[in-house]
């Protein structure tokens, strides 16, 4: 089992940046596949980016240049650096973590770009 548990949301002007961190319970942090996710009012939740237990890396086309994903394997922790940040971008965050057919999801946090 693992527990995920995110922080870093908040408000910001458009343009502005946020770091989002996800902190995971329990071992073996390494193996897992960890991404962000968000969902925001009325629409499904999306992938926002990857990063795999080798550190390779994708994105969605929408956040591709301005985000960026990594993970600290020693801290637990996979981050989410938000820059340029758009209006569209505002949603729930949620951090996932994925090994074969196990998947654990964080609670979410609350992003809002807005001036």
């Known amino acids: 089992q693992v527990q995920l548990v995110e922080s870093g949301g908040g408000l910001v002007q458009p343009g502005g940046s946020l770091r989002l961190s996800c902190e995971a319970s329990?071992?073996?942090?390494?193996?897992?596949?960890m991404g962000w996710y968000r969902q925001a009012p009325g629409e499904q939740r999306e992938l926002v980016a990857r990063?795999?237990?080798?550190?390779?890396?994708n994105y969605a086309d929408s956040v591709k240049g301005r985000f960026t994903i990594s993970r600290d394997n020693t801290k637990n922790t996979v981050y989410l650096q938000m820059s340029s940040l758009k209006p569209e971008d505002t949603a729930v965050y949620y951090c996932?973590?994925?090994?074969?057919?196990?998947?654990?999801w964080g609670q979410g946090t609350q992003v809002t770009v807005s001036s």
């Open positions: 329990g071992s073996r942090f390494s193996i897992y596949v």
């Open positions: 996932n973590a994925k090994f074969v057919v196990n998947q654990y």
């Open positions: 990063i795999t237990s080798g550190g390779s890396t």
